[in-house]
């Protein structure tokens, strides 16, 4: 079946360190996002990508990094920029038109 | 202020009540999504809507254009439906990108 993947499930960093969100879909969707939530906060936009070597900033990008160099994949990368990095991060696709997003169960990071 | 607002924010329900969560936007949008989050936190789909009304099982999505206001129903809910629901509006020329309410976060009681 198809689906968005997102790996891991869990993720601790320490201060100071970068570290990577995976997210592979197979639903051959040309579109791809990543939101982060935080309690009593709607989805926020970090960056997302409408085409392959192609994204764009979302809302709060600041202290993120992308890259789409597969269809299938956008890993996002965490910097030691970002300020406030533990969240849930959502990873989601979608075929554009009228279609919706289909998200990936997410990534909890914790900065430790 | 959020442009998605959503109530109640919190809800509890018994088992075999009719539900209504009420989502209300401040801008115009292109369509608007329901969308339903597990404690996991995983997300699933469960209409997009333009205009008028769609139901799948107990479920049921109306929107209203003009009053810039959605809501979504559940019959004859369940334990199971327990989850948070979140509305999220598309506006126009966004690159298919959505906005978020803050969710509702129903409990169902046996």
């Known amino acids: 079946d198809g689906g968005i993947t997102q790996s891991p499930k869990y993720l601790f960093r320490k201060e100071g360190q970068n570290v990577t969100l995976s997210c592979e879909q197979n639903l051959n969707h040309d579109a791809m996002y990543w939101y982060r939530q935080d309690p009593g906060q709607g989805l926020r936009l970090i960056y997302y990508s409408q085409i392959v070597n192609d994204f764009q900033k979302g809302d709060i990008a600041e202290g993120y990094s992308v890259s789409r160099e597969k269809k299938e994949s956008f890993p996002l990368t965490v910097t030691s920029a970002q300020k406030n990095p533990t969240a849930f991060y959502l990873c989601?696709?979608?075929?554009?038109?009228?279609?919706?997003?289909?998200f990936g169960s997410g990534t909890r990071l914790t900065v430790v | 202020k959020n442009e998605v607002e959503q109530s109640p924010q919190n809800l509890t329900a018994q088992e075999g009540e009719f539900i209504t969560i009420n989502c209300s936007y401040s801008v115009g949008i292109s369509a608007l999504h329901w969308l339903q989050q597990h404690p996991g936190g995983g997300i699933v789909s469960l209409f997009m809507l333009s205009s008028g009304k769609k139901k799948h099982g107990r479920l049921i999505a109306t929107i209203n254009i003009q009053e810039k206001h959605s809501s979504l129903h559940i019959t004859a809910s369940h334990p199971r439906d327990s989850a948070v629901y979140i509305c999220?509006?598309?506006?126009?020329?966004?690159?298919?990108?959505?906005?978020f309410g803050t969710g509702t976060s129903l409990t169902v009681i046996p």
């Open positions: 989601a696709s979608s075929r554009g038109g009228f279609y919706g997003y289909t």
């Open positions: 999220a509006v598309r506006r126009p020329n966004t690159g298919n990108q959505f906005y």
